[in-house]
């Protein structure tokens, strides 16, 4: 459903060339937000900024590594440049190619590169796009950060080290957001996402894997972006204004049961007895 519960706000999506990413700027864009389409990959921020504007939203592509911190002062400058106000910013860039998946494996083999990578993405990305957008937020007195995390920041698993690590920080980012800056109408959350596949960090996974992590949601499917994204679209808006400072999870309840539910479920179904 869309709404114009955004109607006079302007939202900074990172990470928005594609994927979930690009999912919540439509769907922020359909409920009324003027958009800035923040990517390192500067043709796919063009090219959903160019989407958007077709459908008739307001929209910006800015090129921009989130890791650096001159790329993020100037993109913030232009943002409040070109629409006079920040409301919303959503730090939902994250390094997740082929390549840096390979590289960032458990502790004993971890490339130190991939680790830093991660972390410089990940974490200090977040970190510089709300020290640049959250003083902008403070001149009109409102705004809402919003953190991508994982249900692997909150759970060990066999790899990806860097990256879980880089999550698991993110958990603290909207504490000190909201307790830093709560009183001046900053609201700081994080979305703890469940397996949504996207193109370009799901479309190598082999289906055993996809399967694997199907059986462990408890939804009859994975996620999509826009599932994602319409919780993105609720923490952004005032129909979440008293949540502050929290993690909201949204993973078809990935990470809410006991460990041996899978197994028990297919000894139940061999055996015959109980249904789970
Ligand atoms: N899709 C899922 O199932 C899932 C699950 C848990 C968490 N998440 C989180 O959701 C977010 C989006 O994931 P996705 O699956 O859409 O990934 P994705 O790889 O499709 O999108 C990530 C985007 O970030 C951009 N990016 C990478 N490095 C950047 C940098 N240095 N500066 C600016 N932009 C950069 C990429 O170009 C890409 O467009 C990530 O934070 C991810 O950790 C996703």
Known sequence: MTTQKLADRVAIVTGAGGGLGAECARVLASHGARLAIVDINEEAALSVAEELKRAGHEAIAIQTDVSSESDVKAMIERVEESFGQIDILHNNAAVLSVEQRKLDRDICNLDMAAWDRAIAVNLRGAVLCSKYAIPVMLKRGRGSVIFATSGLGAQGDLSLTGYASSKAALNMLPKL???????????????QIGLAPSENAHSSMPTELLDILRDNHLTPELGTPRQIADVVAFLASDE???????????????????????AMREFFAKSGGGSM
């Open 177 to 191: 957001v909201a307790a830093q800056y709560g009183k001046l109408g900053i609201r700081g959350n994080a979305v």
């Open 240 to 262: 979440s204004s008293f949540v502050t400072g929290t993690t909201v999870v949204a993973d078809g309840g990935f990470g809410s049961h006991t460990p041996s539910l899978v």
